[in-house]
């Protein structure tokens, strides 16, 4: 069975800072990987995929995220966060081949200060 | 906004009742899927609909079921509720169930309280 972990659960940041949310994965077949992102009072929505390709993948405001197949990780980025960012993240993921089974991790909460 | 809505927003109920939560999905897609996301956690999987039929099931009890109809909407249903189906449930839409990496797009749930 596949599994997701993030590492944390609640991060505050200072507008500007950069951003790094971690991400591991079990499975060990081919997957698809996501960070979806739910901002307050508004539904999940997809921030960023891979599924083949270039490991390093850009997503929607600014983000992007790196497959790393050796550690099961697929880390998301953002080099200078903004206020608007605050959200709660979640990595996700499917089996290549499989039906639209999404495990999601348990999220992280992104607060950034003004 | 996705297009993918859901009813009711919030409701309440007691232990042992039964509950049916409803979903519209997007214009064009065919492919429903049911989470439940439990206080502090991420969203699980509970079923996914393919032409109205069943296609998918994570691990779930039986007394949670679902209905797909020709208009591609959605019912979930619960019955014996316990205090644990106490949850946010989403349903989310996509327009190919073969394609693992497609995009789902989500409602904004309805939020179950069980007394």
């Known amino acids: 069975a596949q599994s997701v972990s993030q590492h944390n659960h609640h991060v505050i940041l200072s507008e500007a800072a950069s951003l790094e949310l971690g991400c591991n994965y079990s499975?060990?077949?081919?997957?698809?990987l996501f960070w979806y992102v739910q901002y307050p009072g508004q539904h999940l929505q997809l921030l960023l995929k891979?599924?083949?390709?270039?490991?390093l993948v850009k997503g929607i405001k600014g983000f992007e995220a790196e497959f790393i197949k050796s550690k099961f990780s697929f880390n998301l980025r953002k080099p200078s966060v903004q206020w608007s960012d605050t959200a709660e993240y979640f990595c996700a993921v499917t089996s290549s081949g499989g039906y639209q089974k999404v495990t999601f991790g348990i999220g992280t909460k992104l607060q950034v200060i003004p | 906004e996705t297009g993918v809505t859901q009813s009711p927003t919030h409701l309440i109920k007691t232990r042992g009742q039964q509950v049916t939560l409803r979903c519209s999905s997007q214009s064009g897609h065919n492919t429903v899927s049911w989470y439940q996301q439990a206080l502090g956690q991420g969203p699980q999987f509970i079923f996914q609909?393919?032409?109205?039929?069943?296609?998918g099931r994570g691990n779930f009890p039986p007394r949670f079921s679902g209905l797909q109809f020709p208009n591609y909407s959605s019912e979930l249903n619960v019955n014996a509720l316990e205090l644990d189906d106490s949850a946010l449930y989403l349903c989310?839409?996509?327009?190919?169930?073969?394609?693992?990496?497609?995009?789902?797009?989500f409602g904004e749930g309805s939020r179950l309280t069980v007394l």
């Open positions: 499975y060990g077949g081919t997957v698809n």
């Open positions: 609909y393919y032409r109205e039929e069943e296609n």
């Open positions: 891979y599924f083949s390709g270039d490991p």
């Open positions: 989310a839409s996509s327009p190919n169930r073969r394609v693992s990496h497609e995009e789902l797009f």
